[in-house]
């Protein structure tokens, strides 16, 4: 069975420009993840769906971040414009509602910005 | 903020077991302890969580002291390839999952 799919796998772009990373969950996983992860640090929590509905994106920065899911199955996470500081890995990941909480992490999506 | 307190790093001869401390000492009733680790490059991979009781699987034991403010994960024998960062969580009551800046285990030969 096929893991977390993210794309691409490397993006480099100049600031201002936009971007955006697509997950594709493992299937059957109505739960998603987006957690971004700056070098040395854990990986942080940017926004969780449930289905489509996110049900938690108190984390994401809207002002230049937006995500959806429309149909409840892969997601896009769109950064535009990107700044310096943007520069990070952006994880997916998926879980089954209800379950032991485990999570499954696809390989990321690492962003540099000039 | 994490709840969780990890040494930034430890070391670990191969064969050898390694003992990874965590404290949690404000978790609370209904919390759940995870474990994750992440090899350089790839996403975090779930390793073990518990409650209360000691669990085993195939990666791993996770010991959970009686007070619960503090738990020890356990590689029986560790590998070169278990050379990673471990993340101790943990999951509060809205199932979010919080991680730190875990321990740097370096495994050597």
């Known amino acids: 069975e096929a893991g977390v799919v993210q794309s691409p796998r490397y993006k480099i772009i100049e600031k201002k420009q936009p971007v955006a990373f697509w997950c594709n969950p493992i299937s059957g996983h109505n739960t998603l993840y987006w957690y971004l992860q700056n070098l040395g640090q854990g990986p942080e929590l940017l926004i969780r769906?449930?289905?489509?509905?996110?049900?938690?994106d108190s984390q994401l920065p809207k002002d230049r971040f937006s995500a959806e899911r429309l149909k409840g199955v892969d997601s896009t996470l769109k950064i535009q414009p990107a700044e310096l500081g943007d520069s990070a890995v952006y994880l997916c990941?998926?879980?089954?509602?209800?379950?032991?909480?485990?999570?499954?992490f696809g390989e990321g999506s690492r962003l540099t910005v000039l | 903020d994490a709840k969780t307190t990890q040494p930034t790093s430890m070391d670990c001869a191969e064969g050898r077991a390694a003992n990874l401390p965590c404290n949690h000492s404000?978790?609370?009733?209904?919390?759940?302890v995870y474990w994750y680790r992440q090899i350089h490059s790839q996403g975090p991979q779930y390793i073990i969580h518990g409650l209360k009781n000691n669990e085993t699987n195939e990666m791993a034991s996770l010991i959970i002291t009686e007070d619960r403010k503090s738990s020890t994960l356990i590689l029986p024998h560790a590998t070169l390839r278990d050379t990673a960062v471990y993340y101790c969580i943990v999951r509060d009551n809205t199932d979010k999952l919080i991680f730190g800046t875990g321990t740097r285990l370096q495994v050597f030969p």
């Open positions: 769906y449930e289905n489509e509905e996110a049900v938690d």
């Open positions: 404000t978790i609370s009733g209904n919390e759940y």
């Open positions: 990941a998926s879980s089954v509602a209800g379950g032991t909480g485990e999570l499954f």
